[in-house]
DNA sequence: CTGAAAGCGCTTACAG
DNA sequence: CTGAAAGCGCTTACAG
């Protein structure tokens, strides 16, 4: 910076100025600073920028130990806003372990954290409202109290997958076969699922919402118990995510059972495996990289505007139909 | 800090020294200290410390846009061994896009970084070689004057991926469907795939070893070319990952081939959906989440010994034997 | 074994 | 609009 400074004959002063604040200085003389900045290829130093300044362009994102494509596309989308911007982007896979996870490993260190909690977390939840830095809650709809939030709006998607299912299938014969209960995106799944039906006239009960996990054969056992007790007419399965979703055409195929002719299958998420399938499963696209992005925005501009109201960003969720389901008007 | 010294009534510098190196500091002081450190809940500031010692905590990965699940893989692996070393992790996506990405946007920054180069990229080598701090480069084969680096063997596994095949079909009916020919992987895999045919008496030529993209789309295609040209007895396929040998899988599902009985399929990677399939995919491990943990501890000892000759970690690959294949002695 | 002091490279009131 | 100067919180020779 001195060399700088030397080169353009000014002061330091100034040529931080020119960095951080342009309106300050007089347009030749920041040319020329620019000139000699540019010559020299200089690059400012972020530790003594960071001491001075006491925040970095550094920030966290923690994610719980979930599924592989979910955790990367997520991740694409929240880098790609925040290089963006300016800012680097740190990363920790712990938002599970260790309470102290990331938030207290790097406290002071970044400019403020983006966490996703997908189950309820009240420890980890205390530590946000008591941490200096600011944070943003990724996929939690619950204990907001001032705290930015980015949500996925399961309600759109389920509404349309079971308003697609209803297109052939009646309503008493439509399942909902989730993950977790305690799970937020099963959760709100689960209640639209009942909701929507509840409107067409048949409130669902226990039997056809279903809460296991987020997998394979949980699908598959879950689909088999279903598959095993309805017979006849054709049957609408909306799954609590893809993997599970499989599962139940794992089921329907152990019994000979076509799909989509005898069973009409939704996914939520629209992973890979969405694609891969055959048929094509058809789901509820959710845009993880627009999550990941927006919650770096929010991020940046609560660090940006410290003040501003907690904004709480709620992304839509979309159905794509593919071969696994009847078309909505038979 | 200043709190600290006046706390255990020592100097800033013996605080200093009681975190830095404690073998100069008296036990009795030491104790003092680090009491008063506890009671005041002191963290040092890293960017004060960062100004002093010209170096972080931090360590910066480089990942080019692939396949979700591998990169989460190994992200995963490297973030845990970085934090148990008391280091954090920098990422960045753009390994392939802007040159300049993170090696530039991160200098004097970061303490380290490691690239995945999956492909020949010698503006990206010429940085490397230029950069200031250590790098340590992950799946790249060549130019390595003097670079740590991280591989996977891929020897191992796709010797006993061909040893497998030939146990129950003749080396003549062997196919090598590959993804990118320059993709240090597929090369690789495809050259032993040859190799080892050679060895039992049947160098294959080009219409054997081929060459497309990592796609599904490429395996559908190139397996309905391969499976309408071989007709009577079982032909066997090594993939060059598993997305191949699915498309393969589906192209033996158009003409009605039963798979494993008329078509062995071997896929590469071990991913999620080779345990998804039906049958499942026997396919060759790639330890993912040990070659992040490699890189992130390959740089780890370059920065803690920056004179330490070159190392290159070679981590094993391992065949394993699902439905797709038939058992190696029948 | 410990302290006083200089200095890392920046930013920012404070004067002018 | 610009510069001189103080100070951010640490580390590290240098003395003792």
Same mark, same amino acid.
């Given at each position: 910076?001195?060399?700088?400074?030397?080169? %353009?004959?000014?002061?330091?002063?100034?040529?931080?100025?020119?960095?951080?604040?342009?309106?300050?200085?007089?347009?030749?003389?920041?040319?020329?600073?620019?000139?000699?900045?540019?010559?020299?290829?200089?690059?400012?130093?972020?530790?003594?920028?960071?001491?001075?300044?006491?925040?970095?362009?550094?920030?966290?994102?923690?994610?719980?130990?979930?599924?592989?494509?979910?955790?990367?596309?997520?991740?694409?989308? %929240?880098?790609?806003?925040?290089?963006?911007?300016?800012?680097?982007?740190?990363?920790?896979?712990?938002?599970?372990?260790?309470?102290?996870?990331?938030?207290?490993?790097?406290?002071?260190?970044?400019?403020?954290?983006?966490?996703?909690?997908?189950?309820?977390?009240?420890? #980890?939840?205390?530590?946000?409202?008591?941490?200096?830095?600011?944070?943003?809650?990724?996929?939690?709809?619950?204990? %907001?109290?001032?705290?930015?939030?980015?949500?996925?709006?399961?309600?759109?998607?389920?509404?349309?997958?079971?308003?697609?299912?209803?297109?052939?299938? +009646?309503?008493?014969?439509?399942?909902?076969?989730?993950?977790?209960?305690?799970?937020?995106?099963?959760?709100?799944?689960?209640?639209?699922?009942?909701?929507?039906?509840?409107?067409?006239?048949?409130?669902?009960?226990?039997?056809?919402?279903?809460?296991?996990?987020?997998?394979?054969?949980?699908?598959?056992?879950?689909?088999?118990?279903? #598959?095993?007790?309805?017979?006849?007419?054709?049957?609408?399965?909306?799954?609590?995510?893809?993997?599970?979703?499989?599962?139940?055409?794992?089921?329907?195929?152990?019994?000979?059972?076509?799909?989509?002719? +005898?069973?009409?299958?939704?996914?939520?998420?629209?992973?890979?495996?969405?694609?891969?399938?055959?048929?094509?499963?058809?789901?509820?696209?959710?845009?993880?990289?627009?999550?990941?992005?927006?919650?770096?925005? %929010?991020?940046?501009?609560?660090?940006?505007?410290?003040?501003?109201?907690?904004?709480?960003?709620?992304?839509?969720?979309?159905?794509?139909?593919?071969?696994?389901?009847?078309?909505? +008007?038979?």
């Amino acid at each position: 910076m001195e060399d700088v400074a030397k080169a %353009a004959a000014v002061s330091t002063a100034t040529v931080s100025r020119v960095l951080n604040s342009p309106e300050l200085v007089a347009p030749e003389t920041a040319a020329r600073v620019q000139r000699a900045i540019q010559d020299l290829g200089y690059r400012p130093n972020v530790f003594a920028q960071g001491l001075m300044t006491r925040k970095s362009r550094l920030l966290g994102i923690a994610l719980p130990d979930i599924h592989g494509e979910f955790y990367s596309e997520l991740l694409r989308g %929240a880098d790609a806003e925040a290089r963006r911007q300016g800012y680097h982007l740190l990363i920790s896979s712990e938002a599970r372990d260790d309470e102290s996870g990331l938030i207290g490993s790097a406290a002071g260190f970044v400019a403020g954290v983006a966490v996703m909690l997908t189950e309820p977390n009240e420890a #980890l939840w205390k530590q946000i409202r008591e941490a200096s830095e600011p944070f943003v809650v990724i996929d939690s709809d619950i204990g %907001a109290a001032g705290v930015d939030r980015v949500l996925v709006d399961n309600a759109i998607g389920t509404r349309d997958a079971v308003d697609h299912l209803l297109g052939s299938v +009646k309503p008493e014969r439509c399942y909902f076969v989730g993950g977790p209960r305690e799970n937020f995106d099963t959760e709100q799944r689960a209640r639209v699922f009942a909701d929507t039906l509840s409107e067409r006239g048949h409130r669902p009960d226990e039997r056809h919402v279903r809460f296991g996990d987020y997998s394979v054969d949980w699908g598959h056992r879950c689909g088999g118990e279903i #598959l095993a007790a309805a017979n006849g007419e054709p049957i609408g399965v909306l799954a609590g995510n893809d993997e599970i979703a499989f599962g139940v055409m794992l089921a329907a195929a152990d019994r000979g059972l076509n799909v989509p002719g +005898k069973v009409r299958i939704i996914g939520f998420d629209d992973t890979r495996l969405a694609t891969l399938l055959r048929p094509g499963l058809t789901t509820v696209r959710v845009p993880m990289a627009q999550v990941g992005a927006a919650a770096i925005a %929010a991020l940046i501009a609560r660090i940006d505007e410290p003040g501003r109201p907690a904004s709480c960003t709620r992304l839509p969720t979309e159905l794509v139909v593919r071969g696994t389901s009847a078309p909505a +008007k038979p």
